[in-house]
């Protein structure tokens, strides 16, 4: 009776260290995790299911592993301990706020530009000032000699 399982089980054991607990606590895992879930390594490429480890060197420890080892079909021998996965994307995380960063100093730069520009703008603006009073005056003067 316990020998279709055993079986199943003595195939995964040969390729990882690891053997599978299909729990239902390992679901409920799927479903609450915000952090994106890996996608496994089959055709279909559909998302990676959470089991728990039960070796004496990482007990309890969970981890990722094709959906179809749960439901006793063909399968791929996708693996990664959920901790690391979770660690990869922090840094995956990390690395998008420095481009983040990078960008916001772009922007700091074109708004300086920007500002140079505006004073350069309004210095112009203060000589045609001048400039029109000048003319304004020369027209005056002009008018008035005429006389
Ligand atoms: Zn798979």
Not at 84 to 91: F, N, S
Request: glycine share 4%.
């Amino acid at each position: 009776m316990a020998s279709n399982s055993d079986a199943k089980r003595s195939s995964f054991m040969s390729m990882g260290e690891v053997s599978f607990d299909e729990s239902d606590s390992a679901s409920n895992l799927e479903t609450h995790n915000s952090y994106g879930v890996p996608s496994c390594e089959c055709r279909r490429k559909s998302k990676a299911v959470v089991y728990t480890s039960k070796t004496s060197k990482n007990p309890y420890r969970t981890f990722y592993g094709c959906r179809y080892y749960k439901e006793g079909k063909t399968h791929c021998k996708y693996f990664k301990w959920v901790d690391e996965h979770i660690d990869e994307r922090l840094a995956e995380l990390e690395e998008g706020k420095q481009n983040l960063e990078m960008d916001t100093k772009v922007i700091e730069v074109m708004m300086k530009d920007m500002q140079e520009k505006m004073k350069e703008i309004m210095g112009w603006k203060k000589k045609m000032k001048v400039m029109i009073g000048f003319m304004i005056v020369i027209v005056i003067i002009a008018m008035v000699s005429r006389q």
